[in-house]
Nanobody, 123 residues
């Protein structure tokens, strides 16, 4: 089992920045794929970004490319999501996820989830 705990959410004005962190524990591995998803009220959970194991390739939802950066520190078992130029439409609960296979954008195919952290962007 893998336990994931997110932190770093909050409220920010449009154009601002936030950095989310996700600490992993349990049967963690630097080969695990790590991802970030988000879910806005009344909407399905959607893929935001992912980072593979070694080597660490990154993947992004089109609407966040150039604004969000995913990274990982394997020594700390932590994955980060640096979010810049935030927009009101980025408002959602952000979830950290992990799986031991290749990167996929379908939420139901991921094995482990954190509890989520709220990000609110005001205009």
């Amino acid at each position: 089992q893998v336990q994931l705990v997110e932190s770093g959410g909050g409220s920010v004005q449009a154009g601002g920045s936030l950095r989310l962190s996700c600490a992993a524990s349990g049967r963690t591995s630097s080969n695990y794929v790590m991802g970030w998803f988000r879910q806005a009220p009344g909407k399905e959970r959607e893929f935001v970004a992912a980072i593979s194991g070694r080597p660490s390739f990154t993947y992004y939802k089109d609407s966040v490319k150039g604004r969000f950066t995913i990274s990982r520190d394997n020594a700390k078992n932590t994955v980060y999501l640096q979010m810049s130029s935030l927009k009101p439409e980025d408002t959602a609960v952000y979830y950290c996820s992990a799986r031991d296979k290749v990167v996929v954008s379908t939420a139901t195919l991921w094995d482990y989830w954190g509890q989520g952290t709220q990000v609110t962007v005001s205009s």
